[in-house]
């Protein structure tokens, strides 16, 4: 059985829940425990961690319902894909559209988003001179964290 979510994980969890409702679009049962696992991890995690997790709740769980769920969070913007360890993290400030800047740690496997401030007005300003229309931003910077350095 899963743990239990912590005060800050369990006020995402209903935030989320309202914002499904208020987007028109059903937090299901299964839905809402691939979340909670989402949200219990401290860092990313990719598909079949989350499917051996989810199968400790539900026995009869597969691939393509992980996969189902993910789709779903990921086009509300619920989740986040971290594209060069294909894995995914919750994203705890959704509702809103916002660039997404990822330190990975090459060592531990970490995962931390982070709001670094100048660096979307910074490539908006250079893709405008070239012309370009950013859709998304994703940036993925690759390093060692404090505790592997």
Do not use: W
């Not at 829940?17 to 425990?33: D, I």
């Not at 894995?87 to 559209?97: N, R």
């Not at 007005?121 to 993925?140: D, G, R, V």
């Amino acid at each position: 059985m899963p743990q239990a979510l912590s005060k800050k994980q369990h006020s995402i969890f209903n935030k989320a829940k309202t914002y499904c409702e208020e987007q028109g679009v059903r937090f299901t049962p299964l839905r809402a425990r691939v979340y909670e696992i989402l949200l219990q991890e401290d860092s990313s995690i990719g598909a079949y961690d989350l499917l051996d997790k989810l199968r400790a709740v539900e026995d009869n769980a597969k691939p393509p319902t992980v996969y189902r769920a993910l789709d779903f969070f990921l086009e509300l913007g619920l989740v986040h894909k971290v594209e060069s360890n294909n894995t995914f993290l919750a994203c705890h400030h959704f509702g809103c559209s916002h660039p997404v800047q990822f330190l990975i740690c090459d060592g531990c496997g970490d995962v931390q988003e982070i709001q670094s401030q100048g660096v979307k007005e910074t490539l908006e300003a250079q893709a405008k001179a070239n012309s370009f229309e950013i859709l998304t931003q994703t940036i993925e910077a690759h390093g060692l964290c404090k505790n592997c350095q």
